[in-house]
């Protein structure tokens, strides 16, 4: 059974746009998923300031890998752009039953785990990556793993 794309082109919530940029099919060979990548650009804008991609799977690597990653170009940090960008790539992982979802960072990416609290991930532990993994290859050894239920309430405030 072939993998069905549904993530609409353009994401919003009037302050972040998210622009598709590329839709990958599985790579069973490389262990990788389906994968949606879109730019991040403020609303209005198609000056990218960052990008996210969603990888759609069930597979157990995402407890290391996570299936969403993503980065905001640092002048445009400490604005919640990539807490936003999340939200809205929550509701392409819904439309596909995907719930819940793992989002991993390094240990010492305080930015990035505030994020993960921000959208109302659940921080379930610091975890090693396997030695077979490919961020153990690119020098990962630990990731902080959260789980995240797309649809929940995101916490506010800091």
């Given at each position: 059974m072939s993998?069905?794309?549904?993530?609409?082109?353009?994401?919003?919530?009037?302050?972040?746009?998210?622009?598709l940029t590329a839709?990958?099919?599985?790579?069973?060979?490389?262990?990788?998923?389906?994968?949606?990548e879109y730019g991040i650009t403020l609303h209005g804008s198609k000056a990218r300031i960052g990008g996210i991609n969603l990888r759609v799977g069930t597979d157990p690597s995402f407890l290391t890998s996570g299936h969403i990653g993503y980065g905001i170009d640092?002048?445009?940090?400490?604005?919640?752009?990539?807490?936003?960008?999340?939200?809205?790539?929550?509701?392409?992982?819904?439309?596909?039953?995907?719930?819940?979802?793992?989002?991993?960072?390094?240990p010492e990416n305080i930015a990035s785990r505030r994020t993960c609290e921000r959208i109302g991930g659940k921080l379930l532990g610091t975890y090693d990556v396997p030695v077979d993994h490919e961020m153990y290859r690119r020098g990962?050894?630990?990731?902080?793993?959260?789980?995240?239920?797309?649809?929940?309430?995101p916490r506010l405030g800091r």
């Amino acid at each position: 059974m072939s993998f069905e794309f549904l993530g609409p082109e353009l994401l919003t919530d009037l302050v972040v746009d998210l622009r598709l940029t590329a839709r990958k099919e599985a790579d069973p060979l490389k262990g990788h998923s389906p994968m949606y990548e879109y730019g991040i650009t403020l609303h209005g804008s198609k000056a990218r300031i960052g990008g996210i991609n969603l990888r759609v799977g069930t597979d157990p690597s995402f407890l290391t890998s996570g299936h969403i990653g993503y980065g905001i170009d640092e002048p445009y940090r400490g604005h919640h752009y990539a807490s936003r960008a999340c939200l809205l790539i929550g509701n392409v992982a819904l439309l596909h039953g995907l719930t819940p979802l793992f989002i991993t960072c390094a240990p010492e990416n305080i930015a990035s785990r505030r994020t993960c609290e921000r959208i109302g991930g659940k921080l379930l532990g610091t975890y090693d990556v396997p030695v077979d993994h490919e961020m153990y290859r690119r020098g990962r050894r630990r990731v902080c793993r959260y789980e995240w239920r797309p649809g929940s309430p995101p916490r506010l405030g800091r």
